[in-house]
C-alpha cells in the first residue's frame, strides 16, 4: 500500500489521470470543510513506490470533487465551496485559467463527457445542474432538480444523457436530445429507497425503506442501463433504469452512509464504495442471485477518518485503485488484496 500525506487539508476527492497511467489528482479543504481554504494536488507514483506532488494549486474554499479532461491530459476541472468551477491547466502554475462562477450555492460535483469530450457538467447545492461548453462563460443548458444535487454524470455509454441524485432519495435521468418543454429534458425518475423485487417463492428483504439523502452514484461501464448509489442510510443499491420501479440489489454492510461508489473499469460486476465508518469495500453487484444483495467480498480499513473519495486506476494490472479521507492521507492499494475470492 501506498501512501501520501496532505497536512491540515483533508482529503474530499481522488482521480486517475485517462491519461497518464501514474499520474493523480486530490481534491483538499481545510478545516473538515467548514471554513479555510482548499488545494488540489496533482501527484505522481514512483516507479520505487513513493509518491510524489507533480504541482500543488492553492483555492480560496474548500474542493470537493474534481475530473480531468477527457480531450487534454493538462486539464483539470475542480468543485467549489464558494459555487465556482475551476479549471486548471496544469502546464501553468499558481491559477486557474478559467472560472465559472454559474452556480449560487456549493458545488458538490463536476464531471467531464466521456464520449463527446467537448461538454462536461456541475451539480450544486443550488438545485441545478448545468452543462458548459470550456470555450463559454455560461452554461449552454441547465437542468433543475430542484434539490440540492450531490452528484451529477454523463453515462458513459450515451453522451446525451445525464443522471443526478440528491437530498430528495431521487434519482433523475435526463436526455438532452429531448425538447426541453416543460420537463427540462427529465424522461425519467427513481426512488432511491424502493424495495428490491425478489423472484418468486423468495421473501423480499422489507417492504419498504424511508427516504434519505443519495450521496453517490457511478454508471457500469459495462452495461448500459445499470448504475449504483449509495447515501446516508448506509445501503450500496443497483437499478437497471429499464425497470425503474425497484433496485436490482441492495447491499449491507456499512456501518455510516456511503459518500462515494465506483463501478470498476475492468470487471463488470465489481464496485467499490467508499464510506464515513472509515473503511473503502470491495463488492460483487450479485445480480445473478435471487435474493436481491449486493455482496461485500471485502474491507480496507487503513484510514483513521471519514472516507470521502475513491477511483480505479484503468491502466496496468486490474484492481488498483485510490482512496482519501479526513486523516489527511491519499492511500494507492490493490483491491485483489482485499477480495475474498477470484477477482475477474
Known amino acids: 500500500m501506498l501512501e501520501f500525506r496532505t497536512p491540515q487539508f483533508k482529503g474530499f476527492a481522488v482521480k486517475y489521470s485517462p491519461f497518464i497511467d501514474n499520474r493523480l489528482a486530490v481534491a483538499t479543504g481545510q478545516h473538515y470543510g467548514l471554513l479555510g481554504s482548499g488545494r488540489v494536488y496533482i501527484l505522481r507514483i ?13 483555492t480560496p474554499d474548500t474542493l470537493y ?22 479549471l486548471f491547466d496544469l502546464t501553468v502554475p499558481n491559477h486557474p485559467v478559467r472560472v465559472w462562477t454559474s452556480h449560487s450555492r456549493e458545488v458538490y460535483s463536476v464531471h467531464w463527457n466521456l464520449l ?14 448545468n452543462i458548459h461548453d470550456p470555450a463559454r462563460e455560461d452554461p449552454i443548458t441547465v437542468l433543475p432538480t430542484h434539490t440540492c444535487t450531490y452528484s451529477a454524470q454523463f453515462s458513459p455509454h450515451d453522451n446525451g444523457i445525464v443522471s443526478a441524485v440528491g437530498s430528495d432519495s431521487t434519482i433523475r435521468i435526463f436526455d438532452l436530445r429531448v425538447p426541453a418543454s416543460s420537463a427540462n429534458h427529465l424522461v425519467m425518475t427513481l426512488a432511491n429507497h424502493s424495495a428490491p423485487s425478489t423472484r418468486p417463492g423468495v421473501a423480499p428483504i422489507q417492504q ?27 445501503l450500496l443499491r443497483t437499478f437497471d433504469i429499464r425497470n425503474p420501479h425497484y433496485p436490482l440489489g441492495v447491499g ?3 456501518e455510516y452512509g456511503v459518500r462515494k461508489v465506483a463501478w470498476s473499469p475492468h470487471m463488470a460486476d465489481v464496485l467499490l464504495t467508499a464510506s464515513y465508518d472509515m473503511s473503502v469495500r470491495v463488492w460483487r453487484d450479485g445480480q445473478a442471485e435471487e435474493d436481491g444483495c449486493v455482496r461485500g467480498t471485502g474491507v ?14 484503468m491502466f496496468g494490472m486490474e484492481g488498483w485503485c485510490a482512496s ?15 477480495f475474498k475470492g477470484t477477482m475477474g
Not at 424511508?210 to 448509489?229: C, F, G, M, Q
Open 65 to 86: 470533487d474534481l475530473t480531468f479532461s477527457e480531450a487534454h491530459e493538462s486539464h483539470l476541472l475542480t468543485a467549489s465551496g464558494d459555487g465556482s468551477v475551476r
Open 300 to 313: 480496507m480499513g487503513a484510514h483513521t477518518e471519514f472516507v470521502t473519495g475513491v477511483d480505479w486506476c
Open 46 to 58: 514512483l516507479p520505487d513506490g513513493r509518491i510524489e506532488p507533480e504541482t500543488l494549486y492553492k
Open 116 to 129: 463527446s469530450k467537448t461538454t462536461f457538467l456541475s451539480s450544486s447545492w443550488d438545485g441545478r445542474v
Open 208 to 234: 419498504a425503506f424511508p427516504p434519505h439523502e443519495i450521496l453517490t452514484h457511478d454508471w457500469n461501464k459495462y452495461r448500459p442501463s445499470v448504475l449504483a448509489t449509495g447515501g446516508v442510510d448506509k
Open 324 to 338: 482519501t479521507a479526513w486523516d489527511e492521507r491519499v492511500l494507492v492499494w490493490d483491491a485483489k488484496e482485499f
Open 252 to 254: 449491507s454492510g456499512h
